[in-house]
């Protein structure tokens, strides 16, 4: 990664390659290596681009495995809307770290990630996406995140993709998965390992899948 670009494996490859046969034409002096190492060039830029022209067009919420947060995004067209707890907002360092890799890799200028706090109301307008305090609804996907301060029977009565446990919170889920429907429980890495194996133990019981942050860096839905 270079600052202000992101080449993904396939294009380091060809750079690689691309640079092996211009330096081994140099050293020789042999034009069909410069001629090789042209056509990796070629290669390298009509694969950049058509990646970079794909990846304008997806639409794409990723929950993102970040120590001591709690963070979403969402991209749509050239821009990144980045839903986190408060703290993680506020912190330019983290913000910087987390998501000019990433918004750099998704061809979308870091200027144009735009905050939001996840855990305050705010009026937000976009046509697929609505956001309320501990719940965000993209593409008529649900998510809502619990934590040791919330009250999980004040949640909307959806049907949710995934609910995020976080902060390591007292909770009996055998009797919130009674009365709340989800696809998923996320369960990210500040929790407790006891209250992980007693939270997967419910899970099993009401047929629901887990995810543990321990196992996996992110969670990315494309649309």
């Known amino acids: 990664h270079i600052e ?4 993904n494996k396939t294009e380091s490859l060809l750079v690689a390659l691309l640079v092996f046969f211009l330096c081994a034409a140099f050293v020789r002096k042999n034009k069909y290596l410069l001629q090789t190492g042209l056509v990796f060039s070629l290669l390298f830029l009509s694969y950049h681009s058509i990646n970079k022209f ?25 821009k990144i809307h980045l839903f986190a707890d408060t703290a993680f907002i506020n912190n330019r360092y983290k913000t ?16 144009n990630v735009v905050k939001h706090s996840f855990f305050e109301e705010e009026k ?21 995140v619990l934590t040791p301060h919330t009250d999980w029977k004040t949640l909307p009565t959806l049907r949710y993709k995934y609910i995020m446990i976080t902060g390591n919170p007292r909770l009996n889920l055998d009797k919130i998965l009674a009365n ?17 194996a007693r939270w997967k133990a419910s899970c099993i019981k009401a047929g629901v899948k887990t995810v543990d942050f321990r196992e996996i860096k992110s969670i990315i839905i494309e649309s």
């Open 4 to 7: 202000g670009i992101f080449i």
């Open 124 to 144: 937000f307008a976009s046509s697929s996406v609505f956001h309320s305090q501990n719940v965000l609804v993209c593409n008529g996907m649900p998510l809502a």
């Open 180 to 196: 709340i429907k989800t696809e998923s429980i996320i369960f990210t890495t500040d929790n407790s390992l006891p209250h992980i």
């Open 54 to 78: 794909e990846m304008a067009k997806t639409n794409r919420l990723v929950i993102h495995n970040i120590p001591q947060s709690v963070s979403f995004s969402i991209k749509e067209k050239n």
């Open 96 to 111: 910087d770290y987390y998501y000019k890799r990433y918004s750099s890799s998704l061809g979308v200028a870091f200027s």
